[in-house]
């Protein structure tokens, strides 16, 4: 080929070039078209199904799609009778169950190595008095992240999780469940990856702060800048609350509603508290509409949450407008009583105290938001880690939130502990997870086989097992043990995991190298560990910095709700402190960014998104909720929410006090007598007796909550336990921690 020719070939490929993409324009336009007749077809179907003698066959006919096709648009068309279709659905259930193993057939057991036993001797410390503050702390209910989440089962945001009544069922109820492993050859070399392109970067724009105010919704009370109004709200709906404060304080972006709860008026006409949200938050109004989103969740519009739901509502004439939120001030911190001045205080000494350590800080719609937003702030701009954080892959992301447990939630039943205790004492850790941010893993994790494990010195497994890492264990309860559990063994449920201590019990399963060290190292018996394998990470401080600015907001505001000379100055400051703990807590649980649920609504007649759970109807809408699965998330990082809790759950057995680097204490549940320790609440314990822990006001000490004087009937559920917990605080605000 010559130039001339080759020129000559050039300039035909720029013509074909043209042609091809006029023709793929063309293939768009008409897509998008098609697109839009086959949503209009799928909505008429649907409609139709309104009609109470449609018939499947007729409705396929018209449409030109097939029976099948039909029914799945709108299932009341389904013409199959319902004991038939409960019949073939058994039948797909036995057949999808997996055949029972051969018993002639061998089971391969896994390579393993037995990790070492890491004694240390008793610890033999002069006991110091207990040094006991009065309780100072309030209890967050909204703090509903610390209850014992299901490891598999997708959650809502740490805020939006409703408390889990049925988590302290007796193990005998639940059966064993078996985890996710590490899978060999190709499979495996995607659990030790991260996902290309996605990184945790230091934000280069600042958070636009929104227009709130804070609204008593039993008063109507309206705080809005520095004056407070009076507002006659009607019947509470959100259309008349929104008319009322818009009027009242123009350009409002953000509604707190401090008391009062609204979203529960008329519950008792529903099943269930969620179902009488859903219809409060969809009252049908002619000046408002529900505000939407944009791309894949452009349905996701509110929240619906028993007792924290999120309203977001756009004016019916421009939908597209300004959208006012309606939030819950549970979600930062519990008012109890508070009105709304003080509450509007407390935001703002919030906002100063965080100011102080950014310069950048702005309060979001919700303490996760803010954790995160604050936390990308603190992103390194030099060293290794100045281009950010690598996202680990999808499938790492999936073990990890199947295979790590949040808090340990455990209520002990007798005859482990006695039917009548002696006394129920209540311990706290306090500010607890910000004891544990001084060390995460980063970067792309080394995978351990149990050959690779069994290969290292005995020194090199104890720096393993104490570095940043994540483990496949068979665990065996030593002979002779008496005391609580260490390690999480799962099963099905709504417990997920409960903590075995029958000598000889022996179990599968995933623990933090925290806990895995203690189990091999405590002081009263090492256990049985044997290695299956492993995830190993580099040691880093991603959530040092943030973690260290955190606890010293929450050190002034505490110091200041002490000793301000102004009563509403010092309860403003400690609810301001208690929402530092939200924006921690709520912060890290969403960097684990388990699977999300993403809740809509849909007009009635039009076609319902395939793959919904129904949470409600009206005449107007059905309101559904989704599994929206992981998403591109450039924050997602559950490798450190997960080493977090892992120390966390570690540090309620077993917790040194320090000097510098010489030891001057012990405490936890593990330096309790055997069969005193009667539950365990995430970041607390109680026991039947008091303790002689030194409490310094520092995060992570025990703090004496509540005493309750026996003899005291032991609670055989949650709800009873709580009922005995509140008794106990009201006797020792009464008594003193010298009752």
Avoid at 170 to 179: D, H, I, K, S
Avoid at 603 to 618: C, F, K, N, R, S
């Amino acid at each position: 080929m010559d130039r001339k020719t080759y020129t000559a070939e050039l300039a035909g490929l720029r013509e074909l070039r043209t042609q091809i993409t006029a023709a793929e324009k063309a293939v768009a336009a008409a897509q998008k078209e098609l697109d839009k007749l086959t949503t209009r077809r799928s909505r008429r179907v649907a409609g139709l199904a309104g009609y109470e003698g449609a018939q499947a066959p007729a409705v396929a006919k018209a449409s030109g799609l097939s029976v099948g096709d039909v029914v799945r648009i709108a299932p009341l068309l389904d013409p199959t009778p319902a004991a038939v279709r409960a019949t073939k659905a058994d039948d797909q259930a036995v057949a999808a169950a997996p055949a029972p193993a051969s018993e002639a057939a061998p089971v391969a057991e896994p390579a393993v190595a037995v990790a070492p036993p890491l004694t240390r001797p008793a610890p033999v410390l002069e006991r110091q008095a207990p040094a006991v503050e009065a309780p100072t702390e309030a209890e967050d209910r909204a703090a509903v992240a610390e209850q014992a989440t299901p490891a598999a089962a997708p959650v809502v945001p740490a805020a939006s999780v409703a408390p889990v009544t049925a988590a302290l069922r007796p193990a005998v109820e639940a059966g064993p469940r078996e985890l996710p492993t590490l899978p060999d050859g190709p499979a495996g070399a995607r659990f030790e990856a991260v996902t290309t392109g996605l990184v945790s970067k230091r934000p280069n724009f600042t958070q636009q702060a929104r227009s709130t105010v804070f609204l008593d919704a039993a008063t109507g009370d309206l705080a809005v800048r520095d004056r407070v109004v009076r507002l006659d709200l009607g019947a509470r709906t959100p259309a008349e609350i929104l008319d009322a404060v818009l009027h009242a304080a123009p350009g409002t972006e953000r509604i707190y509603i401090t008391a009062g709860a609204p979203w529960h008026d008329g519950a008792e006409r529903y099943s269930t508290l969620k179902d009488a949200v859903a219809a409060w938050l969809n009252t049908p109004s002619e000046r408002w509409t529900t505000a939407v989103g944009s791309g894949r969740d452009k349905l996701a519009g509110h929240f619906v949450h028993q007792r924290q739901p999120v309203g977001r509502y756009a004016p019916a004439a421009a939908p597209e407008g300004p959208v006012t939120e309606v939030r819950s001030m549970g979600e930062w911190f519990d008012p109890d009583g508070a009105d709304v001045v003080t509450c509007r205080q407390a935001f703002t000494l919030l906002w100063q105290a965080l100011r102080r350590h950014w310069d950048d800080a702005v309060l979001m719609g919700s303490p996760s938001q803010t954790g995160r937003d604050l936390w990308s702030r603190t992103v390194p701009t030099a060293g290794k880690w100045a281009g950010g954080y690598p996202v680990l892959s999808e499938e790492l992301r999936g073990l990890l939130h199947a295979t790590g447990g949040q808090g340990r939630t455990e209520l002990i039943l007798p005859p482990r502990v006695p039917e009548q205790l002696p006394a129920l004492v209540e311990y706290d850790r306090t500010f607890a997870y910000a004891k544990h941010l001084w060390k995460s893993p980063v970067g792309t994790p080394r995978r351990v086989t149990a050959a690779a494990f069994a290969a290292m010195t005995e020194a090199e497994q104890t720096k393993a097992l104490m570095s940043c890492s994540h483990w496949n264990v068979r665990v065996t309860v030593p002979a002779g043990w008496n005391h609580v559990g260490l390690l999480p063994a799962p099963v099905t449920g709504d417990r997920a995991w409960i903590y075995p201590s029958e000598p000889g019990a022996t179990f599968t399963t995933w623990a933090g190298g925290a806990e895995i060290h203690l189990a091999l190292s405590n002081h009263l018996a090492p256990w049985k560990v044997e290695i299956l394998g492993g995830l190993l990470w580099e040691d880093g401080k991603p959530l040092d910095e943030w973690g260290k600015r955190l606890k010293a907001a929450w050190a002034d505001l505490t110091n200041l709700s002490r000793i301000h000379g102004d009563e509403r100055r010092r309860t403003a400051a400690y609810l301001a402190s208690r929402a530092v703990r939200a924006v921690l807590l709520f912060g890290l649980g969403g960097f684990a960014q388990r699977p999300r649920l993403v809740s809509g609504t849909t007009p009635l007649g039009e076609a319902i998104p395939a793959g919904v759970e129904i949470l409600g109807q009206d005449d107007h809408v059905v309101t559904w909720q989704r599994q929206a699965g992981f998403s591109r998330d450039p924050y997602a990082h559950p490798e450190w929410a997960a080493y977090v809790w892992s120390g966390a759950r570690a540090a309620l057995l077993d917790m040194k006090y320090r000097d510098g680097k010489q030891i001057v204490g012990y405490a936890g549940a593990l330096h309790a007598k055997p069969g005193t320790v009667v539950y365990f609440g995430t970041d607390g314990i109680a026991l039947t007796e008091r303790q002689p822990w030194p409490y310094r006001g520092e995060p992570g000490d025990y703090l004496l909550k509540g005493h309750l004087t026996g003899p005291v009937e032991h609670p055989a559920s949650q709800e009873q336990y709580l009922k005995l917990r509140g008794l106990g605080r009201a006797e020792l605000a009464e008594k003193g921690a010298d009752q």
